[in-house]
C-alpha cells in the first residue's frame, strides 16, 4: 500500500508493507497495489448526523445535498463512516475538504482510495485514543467498525474530555490510550504511547476496510484487447448454443409425446383426490378480535406532539405493540434542547418507561437528535 498525505498544502508519501518507509518521492507505482490519499484534519470539516437507514448510494445523495446547501459558493467533497446503526436510523461521521485537494494531489500520485485522517483508525475494543497533531488535541472513539465519534480541541480540558465521555452514551469503554501526557480523571491508568517519525495513523490504516473509499480505478483498460476477448467469447458461445440446441430439441420431442400420452390421467387422478377442507378463518378472526386491544396510532401521535416545543419534530416514527394491549413507540425527535423534552416524558402519566438509543449528539445546526423507544399504557 502507498500513502499520499495532505495537510496544509504539504504532500508526504509513504509505502507501507511490514513497516512503514518514508518516501521522498514516487515515481510509477505498480498498477495492482492500494494508492491511498489521506487528507489531514486539519483541512476537513466534521459534523455528525442522523439518517434514516437506508442504502449507501442514498445515504451519499443525502450528505452531498446537506454539504451543497452548506457550501452553496464552493466546490466541495466528502468521505463518511457509518458510525452506529439502530433499527430506522443510523449515525455518521461527515467529514467535508474541497474538491481542488484531490485535483492538486493527482498531478503528482495517482490514488484510488480517499478518505479523512480520523477515518483511518479502527480497533478490535471500544477504545478512547488521544493524539496532537501541531497545536490541535484529536479525540477519537474507536470500534471494531472504525469512527464512533470525533472531538477536537485547541486547548486540552478534562471538562470538555467529561463531556465528550458523556456524550457517547452507551458505548463502554475498555481501553484508553493517550500519545499526550493530559489529565483523564477517572482514567489514570491510560496506556502512554510515543509518537514516531511519521504520522500516528500509519500504524492503523492497514486495518481499514478501504472498499468505501474508493474513487478512482487503479489501471486503464486496454480498449482493443477488451474487444477482442468479447468478440472471442460471443464466437464461442454462439457455437455451444448451436450445439446444445440440436441435443434439447430432441429432448423436447420426447418430452411433448410423453405429455399427450399421461396428461389425461393425471386429471383424472386429481379430479378423484379433491376434498373440501375446512376453513378456519373466521373462527380465528372472531377469537383474535376478542382478545387484542384496538391501538389508535392518532391518539399515539398526539401524545408525543404534546411534548414538542416551537421548531421541535419528529423525523421518524415506528408503532409496535408490545403485546395485546400495550403498544411500542421508537422515534427520532430533533430539539435545540434534549434535557427539557427528556424532563416532560417523564412527567407523561401515558409513557410508563422509554430509553434513548443513542448518545445525545447535535449536528451542524446545532440540532440534537434523540432516537427514543417509549412504552405507552394508554392505547386511546
Do not use: W
Amino acid at each position: 500500500m502507498y500513502v499520499c498525505f495532505y495537510k496544509e498544502g504539504k504532500k508526504s508519501f509513504y509505502e507501507l508493507k511490514k513497516s512503514v518507509k518514508v518516501l521522498k518521492d514516487v515515481g510509477k507505482l505498480p498498477f495492482f497495489q492500494k494508492k491511498v490519499l489521506v487528507i489531514s484534519s486539519k483541512d476537513t470539516y466534521y459534523y455528525k448526523d442522523t439518517l434514516p437507514k437506508t442504502s449507501k448510494d442514498n445515504i451519499k445523495n443525502i450528505i452531498q445535498n446537506q454539504v451543497e446547501d452548506t457550501y452553496p459558493d464552493q466546490e466541495m467533497d466528502f468521505c463518511f463512516n457509518i458510525a452506529k446503526s439502530y433499527e430506522n436510523t443510523i449515525q455518521v461521521n461527515v467529514f467535508v475538504f474541497k474538491k481542488s485537494i484531490l485535483d492538486d494531489v493527482k498531478k503528482d500520485f495517482d490514488f484510488n482510495y480517499v478518505l479523512a485522517e480520523p477515518l483511518c483508525f479502527k480497533s478490535q475494543e471500544n477504545k478512547i485514543l488521544i493524539y496532537k497533531e501541531d497545536d490541535i488535541y484529536n479525540i477519537l472513539a474507536l470500534t471494531q467498525n472504525g469512527l464512533y465519534a470525533y472531538l477536537q480541541l485547541k486547548d486540552f480540558s478534562k471538562d470538555y474530555f467529561d463531556l465528550f465521555i458523556k456524550g457517547l452514551g452507551n458505548f463502554e469503554i475498555e481501553d484508553v490510550t493517550s500519545y499526550e501526557d493530559v489529565e483523564l480523571g477517572l482514567y489514570v491508568n491510560a496506556i502512554k504511547k510515543s509518537y514516531k517519525n511519521y504520522p500516528i495513523f500509519l500504524d492503523y490504516i492497514a486495518n481499514i476496510d478501504l472498499k468505501d473509499y474508493k474513487r478512482f480505478q487503479g489501471f486503464k483498460i486496454n480498449e482493443d484487447l477488451v474487444f477482442r476477448a468479447v468478440m472471442y467469447f460471443l464466437i464461442g458461445y454462439t457455437a455451444a448454443l448451436y450445439v446444445n440446441g440440436k441435443y434439447y430439441e430432441e429432448k423436447v420431442r420426447k418430452i411433448e409425446y410423453l405429455n399427450k400420452k399421461l396428461l389425461p390421467y393425471i386429471k383424472s387422478s386429481i379430479a378423484r383426490n379433491t376434498e373440501s377442507k375446512t376453513n378456519y378463518k373466521e373462527a380465528f378472526v372472531k377469537e383474535y378480535k376478542n382478545t387484542v386491544v384496538y391501538i389508535d396510532p392518532i391518539f399515539l401521535l398526539d401524545e408525543i406532539a404534546s411534548h414538542l416545543e416551537d421548531k421541535e419534530y419528529i423525523t421518524n416514527i415506528d408503532i409496535k405493540p408490545l403485546n395485546p394491549q400495550t403498544p411500542k413507540v421508537s422515534f427520532t425527535v430533533n430539539t435545540q434542547e434534549p434535557f427539557k423534552f427528556l424532563e416532560s416524558l417523564t412527567k407523561d402519566k401515558c409513557i410508563r418507561d422509554f430509553d434513548v438509543e443513542s448518545p445525545v449528539s447535535k449536528n451542524f445546526q446545532k440540532v440534537y437528535s434523540l432516537n427514543i423507544k417509549a412504552d405507552f399504557s394508554c392505547v386511546r
